[in-house]
């Protein structure tokens, strides 16, 4: 049995800001671009959740929401710092550390539980050390597995601890909206719903061959982790994977939109796939093959994770855009996004039109 536990800084830009400018504490504050040019909401305090902020809203929507919030720039250097600082606070617990992203890691405490000392006060101790050296809260979900312990840090946030007890996974999960699963997105949700399975519980509920019948392969995996059984184990270095999708054109093609299209789709793949690994990356690579077959890449790296399938595209297509010329045809286009490597001494800061 393995003791996993998951950490993950509360509002973690907007709460480096309330850090570094005293004057913002307590405050609704909003980190990310300006309403003007069409931005969109990084982090945002506890205190501009109460008024329906969330992360990715756009600027505009958040300002309507509450015009008093207060809108700060992101600074990516400096939260790649503190990033740097609590990985390295983690990895005085245990070597086995698992960056997802800045702000959040799975740690496999395994060897370091005593009868003195059970999982759930390592996980005391991770945060009382965390709040004493950074002067910020995390999250901390401790479990027998990855799944359940990020489902558990998410549950009390901000300043939570929640703990599993071994055994009790199936209990814990079993209220819980599906939606919370690892790889249950809206449209799986959607589909379950339309057959009475709304929590973990009905989900759990369900036979190994109903799952499968309607989704496949995926069905059921899913069902495991609704059962709360997830052998997946913390791994350390992930620097040298990628994660890629592409096609070859059934005809080459000079025209944009389809180009465009067609990024689009890629993206969204890779997504799903990196959705599925718990990875993200901070750089996308465009691979082209013109008529001739001449191929190439370009790529570029952006100053946080690259999430949602929506950011890969924009990013991809940002590459894409300038290699396109009337005349110019294609005949395989890729989209892949690579870069999982530990926090890097310096962030580079975004240079892509939109980020
Ligand atoms: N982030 C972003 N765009 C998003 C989501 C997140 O730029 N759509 C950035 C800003 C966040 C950071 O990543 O501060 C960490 O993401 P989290 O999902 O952990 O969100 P927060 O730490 O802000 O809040 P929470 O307390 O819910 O963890
Ligand atoms: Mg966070
Ligand atoms: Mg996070």
Request: charged fraction near 30%; proline fraction near 6%.
């Amino acid at each position: 049995m393995r003791h996993i536990l998951h950490a993950d800084f509360d509002a973690f830009y907007a709460s480096v800001e309330q850090l570094d400018n005293p004057n913002l504490r307590g405050k609704p504050v909003v980190v990310g671009g300006s309403p003007e040019a069409r931005g969109v909401v990084a982090s945002a305090s506890y205190e501009a959740r109460r008024f329906g902020i969330r992360s990715a809203m756009p600027m505009r929507t958040a300002f309507q929401r509450c015009p008093q919030a207060i809108r700060v720039r992101s600074r990516f250097d400096r939260y790649g710092e503190v990033s740097r600082r609590v990985m390295s606070i983690f990895r005085d617990f245990t070597t086995l550390v698992e960056p997802l992203s800045l702000d959040e890691a799975y740690l496999d405490v395994t060897d370091s539980v005593t009868p003195e000392r059970p999982p759930g006060r390592i996980g005391r101790e991770l945060k009382a050390r965390v709040k004493v050296e950074l002067k910020l809260t995390i999250s901390v979900g401790v479990a027998t597995s990855k799944s359940v312990a990020k489902i558990a840090s998410d549950i009390d946030k901000p300043d939570g601890l929640t703990i599993v007890p071994p055994g009790s996974e199936r209990e814990f999960l079993a209220p819980l909206a599906v939606e919370k699963l690892w790889g249950v997105g809206p449209k799986t949700a959607a589909r379950l719903a339309a057959e009475a399975v709304h929590t973990i519980g009905d989900l759990a509920a369900q036979s190994e061959e109903w799952c499968r019948v309607r989704f496949g392969k995926m069905g059921p995996e899913m069902r495991l982790l609704a059962l709360g059984r997830d052998d997946r184990a913390v791994v350390v270095d992930r620097s040298r994977k990628s994660v890629s999708a592409e096609t070859t054109l059934s005809e080459d093609t000079d025209d944009p939109e389809a180009l465009f299209e067609l990024v689009n789709r890629l993206s969204q793949r890779v997504a799903r796939a990196l959705d599925r690994r718990e990875l993200q990356g901070r750089t996308v690579k465009l691979k082209l093959r013109l008529a001739d077959f001449t191929t190439f890449t370009r790529q570029a790296t952006v100053g946080e994770p690259l999430g949602s399938s929506d950011e890969i595209a924009m990013a991809a297509t940002t590459l894409l855009r300038p290699e396109l010329e009337p005349g110019r045809f294609f005949r395989l286009v890729g989209v892949g996004v690579t870069g999982f490597e530990e926090i890097p001494d310096e962030v580079i800061q975004p240079r892509l039109a939109g980020f």
